[in-house]
């Protein structure tokens, strides 16, 4: 099966177990974001190794993981954003050995700048697509040197 079959297939409901772990590690992100220096914060995005093609039943499991996390973010008692989404999901994707990229972009507006966070699998977007295409991509990490 291709990714893009798999792409197009009926995503995957999230267990308990996955909902459980994307809302304690949105939680730690909350934290981490609020309270670690930015430069430490993006060393912890470098663990792991080289992108590979996911498989069906990797691919899934991401894409469980992305939902879960999603889902965390509507219910936990704060309003989260596109950065502590994405570091969770980075995190709990590299914990899982899942070759991950967490993308920093950035968009000039009329009155301010506009950043956004999101993550990609296999060059496809898992999360924080709705405004990645209009951020300009300026880091990713790991980096791809």
């Known amino acids: 099966m291709q990714l893009e079959d798999m792409e197009n297939a009926r995503p995957p409901v999230p267990g308990v177990r996955d909902r459980l772990l ?34 069906r039943l990797e691919w899934e499991a991401a894409c469980r993981a992305a939902l879960a996390v999603e889902s965390a973010s509507r219910r936990i008692p704060w309003r989260t954003v596109c950065i502590q989404e994405a570091f969770a999901l980075h995190w709990i994707l590299r914990w899982q050995s899942f070759p991950s990229f967490l993308h920093f972009g950035i968009s000039p507006g009329e009155d301010r700048l506009s950043a956004h966070v999101w993550v990609s699998v296999a060059g496809k977007i898992l999360i ?18």
Do not use: N, Y
């Not at 909350?30 to 060393?43: D, E, G, M, N, W």
């Not at 924080?128 to 040197?145: I, K, L, N, W, Y």
């Open 22 to 55: 994307a809302a304690a590690v949105l939680v730690l992100a909350s934290v981490a974001v609020r309270l670690v220096p930015f430069r430490t914060l993006t060393k912890s995005a470098e663990w792991g190794g080289a992108e590979v093609e996911p498989g």
């Open 128 to 145: 924080g697509e709705a405004s990645a295409e209009s951020h300009a991509q300026v880091a990713t990490f790991p980096s791809r040197d």
